[in-house]
Each structure stands twice: as C-alpha cells, then as structure tokens.
C-alpha cells in the first residue's frame, strides 16, 4: 500500500516530465508542480490524525511516508531554484532573494520542514514529536510563500486554505474537549 502511495505522489513528477519540452518555461513550470505537490502532500499528511478522530479510520502508518514525500517535492523545488534556475551561482541567488523576499518565507517554511523529516525517525520522534506541530506553521507559511510568488490567489490556494483550516479548527476542538475532561 506505502509503494502504492508513493507511486501515485509521483505520478505529477512523472506527467512533468513528458511536459517539459513542450513547455514555454519549463522552470516556471516545474516550480509549478513542484511547490503545488509539496503543498498538497503537506496538507495530506494531516489527514491521518483527523481521520483517526473523526471517522476511528486508522491512517496514522501512511502519514510518515506522506510527511517525507512532501519533503521529498520541497527538496525538488529548492534544487529548481538552485541548480537550474541560479545555476549554482551564490551571488544570483543572493542577489534574487533581496529582489523576492518572498523566497525568505518559503525558506523558514523549508528549515521548518527540514527539521521535521529529520527528526521523523523512531528515536528522535519520539522524544521530539510535539514540535511537529510546527507542519501547521510551515503549510501557512508555503502558502505565504506561495500567493506573493504569484501575486494572485487561485482555485488551488483557497481550496487549501479552506481544508487547511477545517483540521485546524477541528484539532483544536480535540484539544480543547481534552483539556475540558481532563481537568481536575
Ligand atoms: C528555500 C526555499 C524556497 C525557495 C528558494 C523557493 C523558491 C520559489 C520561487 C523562486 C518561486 C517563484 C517561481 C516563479 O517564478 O513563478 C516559488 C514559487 C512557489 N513555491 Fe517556493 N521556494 C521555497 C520554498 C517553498 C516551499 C517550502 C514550498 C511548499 C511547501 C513552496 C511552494 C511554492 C509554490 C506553490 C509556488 C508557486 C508556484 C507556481 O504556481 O508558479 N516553496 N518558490
């Protein structure tokens, strides 16, 4: 089932691929599909927890592999803006980052990210997982990220939003209702 899921995350990278000679900018393309995969990957490894909540559908296996293949789309997009379109070249980079400041956000969404597949596995999950409520902080800042990128919002930004903050709200019911029956 993982293989499967991970064969199927991939599938965009693959329909890129096969876009890419025909495309009139191929890497304003595949900044495209790679920040729109690792955004929608990263609001995806969300589901698992409310599932299990709401519906008693146990996910949470899955969500691990979704969370590193998010990572796996963010990793793809920074390597776009270093290998292809700076060519490597620190001072362009430097010197892009001053002209979008943008870029600064989708860095500490990057960082925030880097962190958290790196501290995914069984020994340091388990003595840090309460930071990985920092995805939350990281999905707002990619569509931060995102939005003064393209300086208009789209179908695909509302409709991640709208999801984004409907497991919020509910998580934060959860915890709400936690803390109610658990006080003393
Ligand atoms: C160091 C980190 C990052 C850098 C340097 C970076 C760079 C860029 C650049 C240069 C663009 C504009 C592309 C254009 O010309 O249209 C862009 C757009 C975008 N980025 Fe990032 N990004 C970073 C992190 C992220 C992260 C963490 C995410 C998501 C998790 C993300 C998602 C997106 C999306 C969705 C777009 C809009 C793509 C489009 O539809 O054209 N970025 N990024």
Same mark, same amino acid.
């Given at each position: 089932?993982?293989? *499967? ?24 393309? *595949? ?17 698992? =927890? ?28 920074? =390597? ?46 388990? #003595?840090?997982?309460?930071?990985? #409520? ?51």
């Amino acid at each position: 089932m993982k293989a *499967l899921l991970v064969l199927f995350a991939l599938l965009p990278l693959g329909f890129a691929y096969y876009k890419l000679e025909s495309a009139i900018d191929p890497i304003k393309m *595949l900044y495209n599909y790679t920040g729109v995969g690792a955004i929608s990957l990263l609001l995806l490894s969300l589901v698992p =927890s409310t599932c299990k909540r709401v519906c008693g559908q146990n996910l949470l296996r899955y969500r691990k592999t979704i969370g590193l293949l998010a990572f796996a789309y963010t990793l793809l997009h920074v =390597s776009v803006f270093i290998v292809l379109d700076s060519e490597f070249d620190f001072i362009t980079i430097f010197e892009k980052s001053l002209k979008k400041p943008f870029i600064y956000i989708g860095a500490i969404a990057f960082i925030i990210l880097l962190f958290m597949a790196l501290t995914s596995f069984k020994k340091l999950f388990a #003595k840090l997982s309460k930071y990985h #409520k920092a995805v939350y902080l990281a999905l707002a800042l990619a569509l931060l990220h995102s939005f003064w990128a393209q300086k208009v919002a789209g179908v695909f930004e509302y409709s991640v939003v709208a999801v984004g903050v409907v497991l919020l709200v509910e998580r934060i019911f959860h915890l709400k209702n936690n803390l109610l029956y658990n006080a003393p």
